[in-house]
């Protein structure tokens, strides 16, 4: 984890929940490139995640980690999947609102369903394009920017609820 | 016509009595006209037949009017009171006498049909006056009207009188009051006139005219004159004869003619004359009649008899004489023998016989039973006249007459052979089920309707090891295994009151102790009447295939849950493929481009045409594993299906499809039913999806893509078509274009995995639709998607 902008404490934050470094490193960069002017905090996996919005161990400082106003979540990580956390997270008072985007390489019906039961905002599947990576980072800016908050944004990138199966 | 009781009192007897009393008093003035002067003592009292007649008739109650009557003519001639009251009485008391003994003793509404009972009415006539006149010449003497001295002479007189009267009057009377027994034919007619005309003329004759005075023995003349009538014009005639013989006398003999009067004969000998005719004629009548009679009730009874040998179907009656030879015959005994009468009488009775029976002398073992036990049984073959045989079961009965000499035999015979028959086809239908029963690998039972057990075939008692005897009624079912039994038992119970097929398993112990499966299945026989009259059942040995079933079901669940963990793994492999194989590609395509947007200035174009390259491989790499992930989910992911407008669903895809149309400045064009489909929406968009890129993909680049999309509906299948004016599909790959991975070339160079179609199939096939392509080579292709209607 490494923050890309010095914090302010009115920033924004938007924590990255994923295993793969690959796509953490690709947030980052998108974040970068995106001129994003929210704080990005990233863990590598759902018990981390879960650590973090705890604030257990190193996580302990809410300056330095401060509770997230928007939940990017990876479904498949070893040991707690995107599910469980997101189940942990609806469950926890912290957090229960907390605008949450289900950010997965899925495109199976079934999860996309299930994340929306589960309680996600939107379900965004990884793109392929860097430049569609960008697009939607500055949509999550623009939405956490709102006041009051504003989905329109994000939900063109997210797949329709209620999908069938 | 019995009396009630005599002397209940009604207005309707008082006039009986009345008329009765002055009939009786008008025949009695005409009786004493022939009185004969001495002791006032009348020589024929016929008011004496006319009180019998009377009482016979009317009953006793009508005895006042004779006493009556009586009375009356004993004050008109002047005879003292109590004198003519003691004579009435008497004159009364006899004819109740004769009546009573009648009444007592003869016992026939017909008086004089029979010759005993007109000997008996003789008796009774003859002896009641006996006692009665008795009393009333001794009233008469008493009284001063007789004198005692000529008491016994006025007796015998006044019995004469009474017997007389009783015996001629009587009889008239009482005889013309039920019908005669002659049948008057004119020929009887006209012998009757004439033997009145004889009767009257020789009477004239003999008692009043010149042959009177010849002789003594004419009188007699007139005797078989009332003979013949007797034998020949019945009873009727017979006391009207009498009568008439009777009057000629009497008148002769008061007026002094006649030969009773010339010799001057004492007077009972006239009596005896007329008694003597009377009798005789009665006598002869009733003989005749008995005879008749007898004759016509023989008659009858051989009618009788006749009618019976005639009618009684199916049997042959007939006589035999007593050595055996057929003495009469029958037209059902030539029905059955086919002998006609005239052929077989006189011919022995063993013509009859098969030549093996009569060979070993049966003929003759039956007449012989026949004769010493005087009855005979018997039952075997017989010949009829043509040489057939039929079967006969008979009687025959030695025919004795009353000295117990034999005159013959009877012989009835009836013909049993369709029974006999009938026996036999039972006969063998019973062997043929015992075959089939004992044949079958079943164990075969029947059962009576009320459900005990009658027959176990030899498969089932050698199985239990048990006799049968033993297992009968409902004795099987302690081989039945002990948890089944109840449920057994009340199996059979419920077919059996129900009369329902009897179908239920359970398990019988074998002798072997070994307890096996067994299905059991019985059906009910029942009669013309719907009556149930027998059970058939079967028991077949399932237990192997009870366990090959048990073991099959096993081996079922055990390869199902096989099947569910390999699907399983199937999805979780589809699973890591949508997340973690698409992760690689799509990290090369990003930092592809990374490269490319951070580090252009640092590479010539080579470098960033391969960095092109890279990032486009790995797009197709993704795309391929979208479409193989498509296409293994379509095989087992849920599909709901429901109706669907194919008109929105078509309008949806080309919407999705709008900038490659324009792009290609492709035409399309529709057509105008659009039903209804069964189906997924998805699915069918992504079907419609394939088709319509395919008609812009595979149209040439020199000519605008035409693509017309129709659809029609018929006998409950719906289908859709793409037709396009493409490059059209060789004949040859016609029928591969829904393999997976297969491509064709098209002029476009437009991406494509070759699973577009191996994908349509599927998602048709989830849809319970089909699809197909037809085309020309060079001039388009058409595909089709069938659907249900909805």
């Given at each position: 984890?490494?923050?890309?902008?010095?914090?302010?404490?009115?920033?924004?934050?938007?924590?990255?929940?994923?295993?793969?470094?690959?796509?953490?490193?690709?947030?980052?960069?998108?974040?970068?490139?995106?001129?994003?002017?929210?704080?990005?905090?990233?863990?590598?996996?759902?018990?981390?995640?879960?650590?973090?919005?705890?604030?257990?161990?190193?996580?302990?400082?809410?300056?330095?980690?401060?509770?997230?106003?928007?939940?990017?979540?990876?479904?498949?990580?070893?040991?707690?999947?995107?599910?469980?956390?997101?189940?942990?997270?609806?469950?926890?008072?912290?957090?229960?609102?907390?605008?949450?985007?289900?950010?997965?390489?899925?495109?199976?019906?079934?999860?996309?369903?299930?994340?929306?039961?589960?309680?996600?905002?939107?379900?965004?599947?990884?793109?392929?394009?860097?430049?569609?990576?960008?697009?939607?980072?500055?949509?999550?800016?623009?939405?956490?920017?709102?006041?009051?908050?504003?989905?329109?944004?994000?939900?063109?990138?997210?797949?329709?609820?209620?999908?069938?199966? | 016509?019995?009396a009630g009781l005599?002397?209940s009192f009604s207005w309707k007897w008082l006039a009986q009595l009345a008329g009765f009393?002055?009939?009786?008093?008008?025949?009695?003035?005409?009786?004493?006209?022939?009185?004969?002067?001495?002791?006032?003592?009348?020589?024929?009292?016929?008011?004496?037949?006319?009180?019998?007649?009377?009482?016979?008739?009317g009953g006793?109650r009508l005895?006042?009017a004779?006493?009556?009557?009586?009375?009356?003519?004993?004050?008109?001639?002047?005879?003292?009171?109590?004198?003519?009251?003691?004579?009435?009485?008497?004159?009364?008391?006899?004819?109740?006498?004769?009546?009573?003994?009648?009444?007592?003793?003869?016992?026939?509404?017909?008086?004089?049909?029979?010759?005993?009972?007109?000997?008996?009415?003789?008796?009774?006539?003859?002896?009641?006056?006996?006692?009665?006149?008795?009393?009333?010449?001794?009233?008469?003497?008493?009284?001063?009207?007789?004198?005692?001295?000529?008491?016994?002479?006025?007796?015998?007189?006044?019995?004469?009188?009474?017997?007389?009267?009783?015996?001629?009057?009587?009889?008239?009377?009482?005889?013309?009051?039920?019908?005669?027994?002659?049948?008057?034919?004119?020929?009887?007619?006209?012998?009757?006139?004439?033997?009145?005309?004889?009767?009257?003329?020789?009477?004239?004759?003999?008692?009043?005219?010149?042959?009177?005075?010849?002789?003594?023995?004419?009188?007699?003349?007139?005797?078989?004159?009332?003979?013949?009538?007797?034998?020949?014009?019945?009873?009727?005639?017979?006391?009207?004869?009498?009568?008439?013989?009777?009057?000629?006398?009497?008148?002769?003999?008061?007026?002094?003619?006649?030969?009773?009067?010339?010799?001057?004969?004492?007077?009972?000998?006239?009596?005896?004359?007329?008694?003597?005719?009377?009798?005789?004629?009665?006598?002869?009548?009733?003989?005749?009649?008995?005879?008749?009679?007898?004759?016509?009730?023989?008659?009858?009874?051989?009618?009788?008899?006749?009618?019976?040998?005639?009618?009684?179907?199916?049997?042959?009656?007939?006589?035999?004489?007593?050595?055996?030879?057929?003495?009469?015959?029958?037209?059902?005994?030539?029905?059955?023998?086919?002998?006609?009468?005239?052929?077989?009488?006189?011919?022995?009775?063993?013509?009859?016989?098969?030549?093996?029976?009569?060979?070993?002398?049966?003929?003759?073992?039956?007449?012989?039973?026949?004769?010493?036990?005087?009855?005979?049984?018997?039952?075997?073959?017989?010949?009829?006249?043509?040489?057939?045989?039929?079967?006969?079961?008979?009687?025959?009965?030695?025919?004795?007459?009353?000295?117990?000499?034999?005159?013959?035999?009877?012989?009835?015979?009836?013909?049993?052979?369709?029974?006999?028959?009938?026996?036999?086809?039972?006969?063998?239908?019973?062997?043929?089920?015992?075959?089939?029963?004992?044949?079958?690998?079943?164990?075969?039972?029947?059962?009576?309707?009320?459900?005990?057990?009658?027959?176990?075939?030899?498969?089932?008692?050698?199985?239990?090891?048990?006799?049968?005897?033993?297992?009968?009624?409902?004795?099987?079912?302690?081989?039945?295994?002990?948890?089944?039994?109840?449920?057994?038992?009340?199996?059979?119970?419920?077919?059996?009151?129900?009369?329902?097929?009897?179908?239920?398993?359970?398990?019988?112990?074998?002798?072997?102790?070994?307890?096996?499966?067994?299905?059991?299945?019985?059906?009910?026989?029942?009669?013309?009447?719907?009556?149930?009259?027998?059970?058939?059942?079967?028991?077949?040995?399932?237990?192997?295939?009870?366990?090959?079933?048990?073991?099959?079901?096993?081996?079922?669940?055990?390869?199902?849950?096989?099947?569910?963990?390999?699907?399983?793994?199937?999805?979780?492999?589809?699973?890591?493929?949508?997340?973690?194989?698409?992760?690689?590609?799509?990290?090369?395509?990003?930092?592809?481009?990374?490269?490319?947007?951070?580090?252009?200035?640092?590479?010539?174009?080579?470098?960033?045409?391969?960095?092109?390259?890279?990032?486009?491989?790995?797009?197709?790499?993704?795309?391929?594993?979208?479409?193989?992930?498509?296409?293994?989910?379509?095989?087992?992911?849920?599909?709901?299906?429901?109706?669907?407008?194919?008109?929105?669903?078509?309008?949806?895809?080309?919407?999705?499809?709008?900038?490659?149309?324009?792009?290609?400045?492709?035409?399309?064009?529709?057509?105008?039913?659009?039903?209804?489909?069964?189906?997924?929406?998805?699915?069918?968009?992504?079907?419609?999806?394939?088709?319509?890129?395919?008609?812009?993909?595979?149209?040439?680049?020199?000519?605008?893509?035409?693509?017309?999309?129709?659809?029609?509906?018929?006998?409950?299948?719906?289908?859709?078509?793409?037709?396009?004016?493409?490059?059209?599909?060789?004949?040859?790959?016609?029928?591969?274009?829904?393999?997976?991975?297969?491509?064709?070339?098209?002029?476009?160079?437009?991406?494509?995995?070759?699973?577009?179609?191996?994908?349509?199939?599927?998602?048709?096939?989830?849809?319970?639709?089909?699809?197909?392509?037809?085309?020309?080579?060079?001039?388009?292709?058409?595909?089709?998607?069938?659907?249900?209607?909805?």
């Open positions: 984890m490494r923050p890309v902008r010095k914090q302010t404490y009115t920033m924004k934050t938007l924590l990255f929940v994923d295993d793969n470094p690959n796509d953490r490193f690709l947030v980052e960069m998108g974040c970068a490139m995106a001129h994003v002017s929210f704080l990005l905090k990233t863990v590598a996996s759902g018990v981390e995640a879960i650590r973090y919005l705890n604030g257990e161990g190193e996580f302990a400082d809410r300056v330095e980690h401060p509770l997230p106003d928007l939940i990017f979540l990876d479904l498949k990580m070893p040991e707690m999947d995107g599910f469980q956390v997101l189940r942990w997270i609806r469950s926890h008072p912290a957090t229960r609102v907390t605008p949450l985007a289900v950010y997965s390489a899925s495109i199976i019906p079934e999860d996309i369903t299930k994340g929306y039961s589960d309680g996600a905002n939107y379900f965004i599947t990884k793109p392929s394009d860097l430049t569609v990576l960008i697009d939607i980072l500055r949509a999550a800016d623009k939405c956490l920017a709102a006041e009051p908050r504003n989905d329109d944004a994000l939900v063109q990138f997210s797949a329709p609820a209620g999908e069938r199966s | 016509m019995k005599p002397f009393a002055g009939l009786y008093l008008a025949l009695a003035r005409f009786g004493n006209v022939a009185v004969v002067a001495e002791g006032n003592v009348p020589m024929v009292w016929p008011a004496a037949g006319l009180a019998v007649a009377g009482l016979w008739w006793y005895a006042p004779i006493a009556l009557g009586g009375f009356v003519f004993a004050w008109l001639n002047g005879v003292p009171a109590p004198v003519g009251a003691a004579a009435a009485f008497a004159s009364m008391l006899g004819p109740v006498v004769v009546v009573l003994l009648m009444r007592r003793y003869i016992d026939a509404p017909r008086l004089f049909d029979r010759v005993g009972d007109v000997f008996l009415f003789f008796l009774c006539a003859a002896v009641a006056p006996a006692l009665v006149d008795a009393l009333g010449v001794a009233s008469l003497c008493w009284g001063g009207v007789g004198k005692w001295d000529d008491f016994h002479r006025l007796w015998l007189l006044s019995w004469a009188g009474d017997l007389m009267g009783m015996l001629i009057a009587a009889p008239a009377l009482l005889v013309w009051t039920w019908p005669d027994n002659l049948r008057w034919t004119p020929r009887k007619r006209i012998e009757a006139a004439g033997g009145f005309a004889l009767l009257t003329i020789c009477s004239a004759l003999i008692f009043t005219g010149k042959l009177a005075s010849i002789g003594v023995g004419f009188p007699f003349l007139v005797l078989p004159i009332v003979v013949w009538i007797a034998v020949r014009l019945g009873q009727r005639a017979t006391v009207s004869a009498t009568l008439l013989a009777c009057a000629f006398p009497v008148w002769g003999t008061l007026h002094g003619m006649g030969p009773f009067a010339e010799l001057d004969m004492p007077l009972p000998v006239l009596a005896l004359f007329m008694g003597v005719m009377a009798m005789t004629g009665l006598v002869l009548a009733a003989s005749v009649t008995e005879r008749r009679q007898a004759q016509s009730a023989l008659r009858q009874s051989e009618e009788r008899f006749r009618l019976l040998v005639e009618s009684a179907k199916g049997y042959a009656i007939y006589m035999l004489d007593a050595e055996g030879r057929i003495a009469t015959w029958s037209a059902e005994a030539e029905r059955i023998k086919g002998y006609r009468s005239e052929e077989i009488v006189g011919k022995p009775f063993r013509t009859f016989f098969t030549p093996e029976d009569a060979h070993r002398g049966v003929p003759d073992q039956v007449l012989r039973m026949a004769r010493e036990e005087g009855q005979a049984r018997y039952e075997g073959w017989r010949v009829r006249k043509d040489g057939s045989r039929f079967c006969v079961e008979g009687i025959i009965t030695a025919v004795r007459d009353e000295n117990g000499a034999l005159n013959g035999f009877s012989k009835v015979a009836h013909d049993v052979t369709d029974r006999k028959q009938a026996e036999e086809v039972l006969r063998q239908n019973e062997a043929r089920f015992r075959t089939l029963a004992e044949g079958l690998p079943q164990l075969v039972w029947t059962c009576l309707p009320d459900g005990r057990c009658d027959y176990l075939s030899p498969q089932w008692v050698r199985y239990t090891g048990v006799p049968e005897e033993q297992q009968l009624g409902f004795g099987w079912l302690a081989q039945v295994d002990p948890d089944d039994r109840e449920r057994a038992a009340a199996a059979w119970k419920g077919a059996v009151e129900t009369h329902a097929t009897l179908d239920v398993e359970f398990r019988i112990r074998g002798a072997d102790g070994a307890h096996r499966w067994f299905k059991a299945r019985a059906v009910p026989l029942r009669d013309s009447e719907g009556h149930v009259v027998k059970w058939f059942g079967t028991s077949t040995d399932i237990d192997d295939q009870k366990r090959a079933n048990e073991l099959l079901e096993a081996k079922v669940q055990e390869r199902t849950a096989q099947l569910q963990a390999s699907l399983s793994s199937v999805e979780e492999l589809l699973y890591t493929i949508a997340h973690d194989l698409r992760a690689p590609n799509r990290h090369m395509q990003s930092f592809a481009q990374l490269l490319l947007l951070e580090h252009a200035d640092r590479l010539d174009d080579k470098a960033r045409d391969y960095l092109g390259r890279i990032g486009a491989a790995a797009a197709r790499s993704d795309e391929l594993i979208r479409d193989l992930l498509e296409y293994g989910r379509l095989s087992h992911e849920a599909v709901a299906l429901a109706p669907v407008d194919l008109r929105q669903a078509v309008q949806a895809v080309l919407r999705a499809v709008a900038g490659e149309i324009q792009r290609r400045n492709a035409h399309v064009q529709f057509g105008r039913e659009w039903p209804r489909v069964v189906a997924n929406e998805r699915l069918l968009e992504q079907i419609l999806t394939n088709f319509v890129t395919n008609a812009l993909t595979y149209a040439p680049l020199d000519r605008e893509p035409e693509i017309t999309i129709s659809a029609e509906s018929e006998g409950g299948k719906a289908v859709l078509r793409v037709q396009d004016n493409g490059i059209g599909i060789p004949p040859d790959q016609i029928d591969r274009v829904f393999e997976p991975f297969i491509r064709l070339p098209n002029e476009t160079h437009a991406p494509g995995t070759g699973m577009g179609l191996a994908i349509v199939k599927k998602a048709a096939e989830r849809l319970n639709g089909a699809v197909g392509a037809d085309s020309t080579l060079g001039k388009g292709s058409c595909f089709w998607l069938e659907l249900q209607a909805a």
